[in-house]
């Protein structure tokens, strides 16, 4: 799924102390928002959450690459990618992403969207 530097993983005492790496794709974002290229981490894998029937298309979640979807999405400092079966991936960059889910959370906070989206 990711990797980490020993550096991030050490506590100020140089032990081993659990890492606080994304769950989300939200939290994914505003990871890779904070560290940027100099993160350890270069890429995470994403599959979308699973949201019942609530249309959610920004909801992910992080995963190991052994555990992706058939469709699935890659996120690196640099934006999303969205890879499809017999589909060609889309990039979005990473502020983009954030932008358009900000949005579509906003309109799904409005009562008719929220009831019929």
Known sequence: MVKTSSKENADENGNEAKSHLPRTGDEA???FGRAGEDSETKVLFLNRAHTG???RPYDLVVVDRSDIEPEY?????SGV???QPNQP???THLGQ??????L???LR???FFKNFV
């Open 109 to 111: 906070s409005i009562t």
């Open 81 to 83: 990618v969205h890879i």
């Open 73 to 77: 999405f890659t996120m690196s400092s």
């Open 53 to 55: 029937l609530n249309f």
């Open 89 to 91: 991936s889309q990039f």
């Open 104 to 106: 579509f959370n906003t």
């Open 97 to 102: 992403w954030w932008r358009r889910s900000s």
């Open 29 to 31: 974002v505003e990871f």
